[in-house]
């Protein structure tokens, strides 16, 4: 079939955001949108000729119709092979594993993360390097730029090629290779836990839910945990993917993962729970009666990693997103190892992992992951909890005691107040901002100001350096404030304000988080005025 040139003209509002480009459905489906930016990738990474590259999704609405165009973009652009999972269907880890293993030039991720899926909801699409991460700003930067001055997208002229059944096939001279989207990935985390002790533990009669949320991890746990593990029939939920996520919202948090989160704290609540998102980079783990926040999640996981045959000799570093609470820190200054503070957004970890500065990497927002790939992992953050469960031999709320007894508790909560209208949330952080000089020494509802800056990072590996990365507020005994703008939604602006309280006093370690960060949560509402300067009282989510 012979190849288009169609012409085409810039599209305004095609600037990625901290993971890929994400819209409405609605509007990735208007003419020429999509191919602008796929044409915008390809043209912004130096072409395609004779390139290889992974290509998948999380199953979402749209998912299967956009990799048809994707495909015949890329057989115009003169790709040598694009490899895809079966049926479309790769989470976001497996295609960064997938990248690496097979060294691919890099892949086109179609997700909008945890965000919910349909025709009336969202759609995303990133590109990932070939080190299997999210690409860099400079990579993005120019891939923005071409979408500002695009005027002609090239696109084959071709029949659908089948990606429901596996094997090789072709399009105007470009190989397409369907792959299991699993087996891969499940090889890999194979060689990274032992299987055998956590195929033990469940034989001893050891419980868990496993929540897939409709979403694309759902065969992976299918295959590792049930198939491979031993766990019992069930121990999945929600476990095939779903174009709508089941009607839901993919995000492994207590209030979206609610029914997950009431079996955990129900009268026969199993031993362990979990969660996963829409393309199965984040995580939410529970034990009975015992939710663990993402940060302290990462905190137990680098002091226990060394339980896992992976991580045997001992993390070289650890990093957090700057939102993420500081108790990583307190465990990564026990362990005599290095511990870096970056602006969110896991593009940021891929410099140092792959520097080899650190082994770990974590973010408040759900997402823990490892050197074995590029990006955050939801099902493997899930396995390593295992392997340190079936070594340890104790509870999920035995172990978080022990972490806190040890280190101390770091108390924690973000408040998201989502859908703010873009100007208010705008001119709310620029007054902020205009505060800081000032603030040091102050007072605000009882509590002493020490320090307030915008947050900027200097990477320590290419000495690049990303400006106003989020407003910190650090008070006298160990209290906090974070405020960003996020840049993962489509509508509106979303605020978050990270709440956090670092506590040592034996007898305070199991505080209510709303008690302990009382105190705090004023301080941050009369410091920032939300509600007077964007209309809002009370936050829609709090996780």
Known sequence: MPMQ??????????KPGTSGLRKKTAVFKRPHYLENYVQSIFDGIGGIEGKVLVVGGDGR?????????????AAANGAAKCIIGQSGILSTPAASHLIRLRKADGGLILSASHNPGGPNADFGLKYNGPNGGPATEAVTDKIFERTTTIDTYKIAVSVEIDIDTLGSQSIEGMDVEIVDPVTDYAALMQKLFDFDNIRALFASGFTMHFDAMHAVTGPYAHAILEDTLGAAKGTVLNGTPSPDFGGGHPDPNPIWAKTLMDKMHGADAPDFGAASDGDGDRNMI???????TPSDSLALLTAKAHLAPGYKDGLVGVARSMPTSRAVDRVAKSLDIACYETPTGWKFFGNLLDAGKVTLCGEESAG???????????LWAVLLWLNILAVTKQSVADLMADLWATHGRCYYSRHDYEDVDADKANAMIVALRAKLPLLAGTKVNGLMVETGDEFAYDDPVDGSRSEGQGIRISFAQGARAVFRLSGTGTVGATIRIYLEQIETDPDKLQLSPEDALKEVQIAALELSDLAAMTGRTDPDVIT
Request: aromatic share 8%.
């Open 368 to 378: 823990t992951g490892s050197d074995h790939v590029r990006e955050k992992d939801g």
């Open 5 to 14: 040139i169609v012409r085409t003209a810039p599209i305004e509002g095609q």
């Open 61 to 73: 609405y749209f998912n299967d119709d956009a990799i048809q165009i994707i495909l015949r973009m």
């Open 286 to 292: 529970v034990g009975r009666n015992n939710y663990v």
